[in-house]
Nanobody
Framework: QVQLVESGGGLVQPGGSLNLDCVISGSDISAYDISWFRQAPGKQRLWVALIGADGMEHYAEAVKGRFTISRDNGKKSVSLHMQRMIAEDTAVYFC?????WGQGTQVTVST
């Protein structure tokens, strides 16, 4: 059974940084694209970033230049490093692979 577990969420001040991790169990990850999505209160879930099986990175315009996605196939994990954060980054962040989703981790950007 494939499971994804996100961690690293929390409260951060505007302009600050936060690092999210997604650990995958039950599957090798090296052959798969993995994405991060986020969902703000009352809004639809939106794609944030993707890292391909080939290591190529892709970002939504709203986070380009501020967020960095990376992967460690040996540790079966994907990370999302977020910097210069703004209030609009407040959301529950989810990772997904093979149409399987984690439970999400809350990120709040506020003074």
């Amino acid at each position: 059974q494939v499971q994804l577990v996100e961690s690293g969420g929390g409260l951060v001040q505007p302009g600050g940084s936060l690092n999210l991790d997604c650990v995958i169990s039950g599957s090798d990850i090296s052959a798969y694209d993995i994405s991060w999505f986020r969902q703000a209160p009352g809004k639809q879930r939106l794609w944030v970033a993707l890292i391909g099986a080939d290591g190529m990175e892709h970002y939504a315009e709203a986070v380009k230049g501020r967020f960095t996605i990376s992967r460690d196939n040996g540790k079966k994990s994907v990370s999302l490093h977020m910097q210069r954060m703004i209030a609009e980054d407040t959301a529950v962040y989810f990772c997904t692979m093979r149409a399987i989703w984690g439970q999400g981790t809350q990120v709040t950007v506020s003074t």
